[in-house]
């Protein structure tokens, strides 16, 4: 089974994993997973102080996967090996913890899952690069060039697309209440619009905005606090 849930951060939204709260833990194996959309935020400080936060998942019964968000620390997330796996590559963090590196397509289950993590920091004027703070939060442009290069060779055809934030013109149209505040340029959102324009999928999964909403229009589902099955 694979099952999917909404930014952790670090331990601040950790809690919905836990056993009361996700009872179908109970039945899976290391060959069922578990996909978090951002944030994660287990590789923070880049040494021991992160043992605690990474053994929690380590000890699952499920594997644990998840795809970057704009509160990570990329210095230390880069310093991870990276392997194969499921027909693309991956920083292998702990034996059953696996973060899944933007603009690549893995084969899941017998499914595809096209994933491209980031956003734009609306506070990062008030946060210390390298510190609380990271340029890598927004995709490169050469992971760009590879995302058009693994979506055009499947045709721009996948079954579940993976990301952190939404495209910007899903941003600025179902969100009109915090439309001030959701004024802002983000070159992942705009890369978006044209994913969600060119590529054909079965189901859009999104974190970010730590909301829990179906946008019928684009199948787009934006999740926070629930785990659903993929």
Same mark, same amino acid.
């Given at each position: 089974?694979?099952?999917?849930?909404?930014?952790?951060?670090?331990?601040?939204?950790?809690?919905?994993?836990?056993?009361? =709260?996700?009872?179908?833990?109970?039945?899976?194996?290391?060959?069922?997973?578990?996909?978090?959309?951002?944030?994660?935020?287990?590789?923070?400080?880049?040494?021991?102080?992160?043992?605690?936060? +990474?053994?929690?998942?380590?000890?699952?019964?499920?594997?644990?996967?998840?795809?970057?968000?704009?509160?990570?620390?990329?210095?230390?997330? =880069?310093?991870?090996?990276?392997?194969?796996? =499921?027909?693309?590559?991956?920083?292998?963090?702990?034996?059953?913890?696996?973060?899944?590196?933007?603009?690549?397509?893995?084969?899941?289950?017998?499914?595809?899952?096209?994933?491209?993590?980031?956003?734009?920091?609306?506070?990062?004027?008030?946060?210390?690069?390298?510190?609380?703070?990271?340029?890598?939060?927004?995709?490169?442009?050469?992971?760009?060039?590879?995302?058009?290069?693994?979506?055009?060779?499947?045709? =721009?055809?996948?079954?579940?697309?993976?990301?952190?934030?939404?495209?910007?013109?899903?941003?600025?149209?179902?969100?009109?209440?915090?439309?001030?505040? +959701?004024?802002?340029?983000?070159?992942?959102?705009?890369?978006?619009?044209?994913?969600?324009?060119?590529?054909?999928?079965?189901?859009w999964f999104a974190g970010h905005i730590h909301i829990d909403r179906e946008i019928q229009d684009y199948n787009?589902?934006?999740?926070?606090?629930?785990?659903?099955?993929?």
């Amino acid at each position: 089974m694979i099952f999917i849930t909404g930014d952790t951060h670090r331990k601040l939204d950790i809690k919905k994993l836990d056993l009361e =709260n996700f009872s179908e833990q109970k039945l899976l194996s290391r060959d069922d997973f578990l996909i978090i959309t951002g944030d994660f935020g287990g590789v923070w400080t880049g040494d021991s102080s992160d043992d605690d936060i +990474l053994d929690y998942h380590e000890n699952k019964n499920y594997t644990t996967l998840f795809i970057g968000g704009n509160h990570e620390n990329y210095d230390a997330l =880069n310093t991870y090996p990276v392997v194969m796996w =499921n027909k693309g590559p991956v920083h292998k963090i702990r034996e059953h913890v696996l973060h899944l590196m933007n603009g690549q397509i893995y084969e899941i289950a017998g499914r595809s899952f096209f994933v491209m993590g980031g956003a734009t920091s609306v506070d990062k004027m008030f946060r210390i690069e390298h510190e609380t703070w990271w340029s890598e939060e927004e995709p490169s442009e050469e992971e760009f060039r590879t995302a058009w290069e693994n979506l055009g060779a499947r045709g =721009n055809k996948v079954d579940y697309i993976i990301t952190h934030t939404v495209p910007e013109n899903v941003r600025k149209t179902a969100f009109k209440p915090m439309k001030d505040f +959701l004024e802002y340029d983000s070159r992942v959102e705009r890369f978006l619009d044209i994913v969600i324009r060119e590529v054909k999928y079965e189901k859009w999964f999104a974190g970010h905005i730590h909301i829990d909403r179906e946008i019928q229009d684009y199948n787009l589902r934006i999740i926070y606090n629930s785990i659903l099955v993929i």
